[in-house]
């Protein structure tokens, strides 16, 4: 079997099922400081969906059209950019050589580097710390586990059951992502995260006729409402054609063919939808969602039903099957399908691991380093749209229904000095949830462009829990975007003292 280790070893303390991003900071964070071994089993690229078919990626072919954008829009370097479109070519170069050329040597020689083995192959659970594994020449090899077995398996485009929809062979997210020729019409299927980014950056590509069918009635439907109308606002500006509350029916596609990874995978594709509209294109993508990779890794052998997202504890421990030996982290266990909480997830899991091995218990108290929880009440997120979606914590709509008793404050974002000397048309808005209970964030929400690094210090105020009266020192750098959040405290104070006084 193609591995990076003796072919003949089969015990190690730690094994990893999947080595993307978590899988691989599950395994240094088990092994650095404990003394503890660990192995990597993976049968495709280390490294995983976020370095090669999704974040990294997308983010390589969404920042050279945001550039443009805006460049469009600063005096004095409009005219320089005036008419111009982007070099595609060297956009597509460009994002090959972000994901390496989906060549993952690198990520092996990390791992080897850091002293964690690879094990090249198709891994399944065969028993409590057993992992069966199937190489790339079909042999099969046993590996056991001393201490724990992590699964970072991951999650996979969803295909919904459209009539002749998976006979189309539609795009799906590696395809939209890798792609390596432009089509003229696309029609994306969705309104998410993943549709409004692979909107944004097909448009900026040169797609002619670009249509979202989406079933919702506004695009992002998991942000706060404000956000999906600004992205469709823009959207539209752009040229592209949104279609919300409709459902596409049937998909027919002449000359269906596995033409590979970001190629039109055959002729005219037509769509039709559900109020017998039809969308002729000449490729369909598949945005609507994912699904976990549990339906294949030998779960029933562990004594659990195979498919579906794995239950955990705060310390990532999976719930159905006793022992404390198996964990899982990342996409697979539905709590948060963003790369930066997976790797979040598997640092708590690791460092869980180290210390039972050692003998002992570690805390799980609820603000307790290891207890992942804590992390959990932030997840922030970014949807790199034009405009950017920057959010951590709860939206408003969560946070009624988790019984909070809800204050919200809102301030419009083209009203900063920090944003107006960006670009003369700013638009933007600003939100935050607070529970009146304890003065505190519990959720935040900016929409504009270059709002990305305002999510940080909105994670920072909702994980923390620091109080609304604390937050006024936290004083904001001048003149940038960052100064939105003493307008939003001027706004609360103005709305508790009209209030009062009313």
């Known amino acids: 079997m193609a591995g990076s280790v003796d072919p003949d ?38 490294g995983g969906e976020c370095s090669y078919w999704a974040c990294m990626p ?28 982007l070099d595609v070519p060297a956009v597509l170069a460009h994002r090959d050589t972000v994901v390496n050329h989906l060549d993952d040597t690198s990520q092996i020689r990390w791992a080897l580097d850091t002293d964690i083995d690879v094990v090249r192959g198709y891994g399944r659970l065969a028993g409590e710390r057993v992992v069966r594994v199937t190489g790339p020449d079909g042999g099969i090899r046993t590996l056991t586990a001393r201490h724990a077995v992590v699964i970072d398996t991951g999650s996979s485009s969803a295909v ?31 309104g998410g995260v993943v549709a ?14 670009l249509s979202l069918v989406l079933r919702e009635e506004g695009l992002l439907p998991r942000s706060e409402p404000f956000a999906g109308r600004l992205v469709g606002d823009a959207l539209t500006a752009a040229g592209v054609r949104l279609l919300p509350g409709r459902t596409i029916t049937e998909v027919r596609r002449a000359d269906p063919a596995d033409t590979g990874t970001g190629i039109p995978h055959g002729g005219e594709v037509t769509c039709v939808l559900d109020d017998g509209t039809t969308l ?4 369909i993508v598949v945005a609507a969602g994912r699904t976990p990779n549990t339906g294949d890794i030998g779960l029933s052998s562990v004594g659990r039903p195979d498919g579906g997202y794995l239950a955990v504890d705060n310390q990532q421990c999976v719930c159905a ?12 266990c539905g709590r948060a399908l963003l790369t930066h909480m997976g790797k979040y997830q598997a640092r708590v899991a690791g460092e869980v691991i180290a210390a039972r091995a050692a003998g002992q218990h570690p805390d799980d108290g609820e603000d307790s380093p290891l207890n992942a929880a804590a992390g959990h009440r932030g997840a922030p997120q970014v949807t790199f749209t034009d405009p950017q979606v920057g959010s951590a914590g709860l939206t408003e709509r969560e946070a009624r229904a988790a019984g909070i008793d809800v204050e919200t404050v809102t301030y419009d974002m083209a009203g900063l000095a920090g944003t107006y000397v960006m670009r003369d048309d700013y638009t933007g808005r600003a939100l935050l949830v607070l529970d009146r209970a304890t003065d505190t964030v519990v959720g935040a929400t900016f929409v504009g462009p270059d709002i990305a690094d305002l999510v940080h210090a909105a994670t920072t105020a909702v994980v923390a829990r620091i109080p609304v009266p604390v937050l006024w020192h936290v004083v904001p750098s001048y003149p940038t975007p960052s100064e939105v959040w003493l307008r939003l405290l001027e706004t609360l104070r103005a709305q508790r003292t ?3 006084t009313a």
């Open 498 to 500: 009209q209030a009062r």
């Open 160 to 190: 919904p059951p459209i009539r002749g929809l998976a006979e189309a062979r539609p795009w799906t997210s590696r395809d939209v992502t890798n792609l390596h020729e432009v089509p003229r019409r696309v029609v994306i299927l969705g």
């Open 280 to 283: 002729a294109a000449d490729e």
């Open 9 to 46: 070893r089969s015990e190690w303390d730690v094994i990893v099922l999947g080595g993307a991003a978590a899988g691989e900071n599950a395994a240094q964070y088990a092994t650095q400081f404990s003394g503890l071994d660990a192995v990597l089993v993976e049968a495709e690229l280390l």
């Open 196 to 209: 409004c980014e692979s909107a944004t950056w097909l448009r900026s590509l040169g797609v002619a006729e």
């Open 58 to 85: 997308s983010k390589a072919l969404l920042r050279p059209g945001d550039v443009l954008d805006s460049a469009r829009h600063v005096p004095g370097v409009a005219p320089l950019v005036a008419g111009g479109t």
């Open 321 to 332: 099957v006793p022992g404390r030996w198996l964990y899982a982290v990342g996409d697979v």
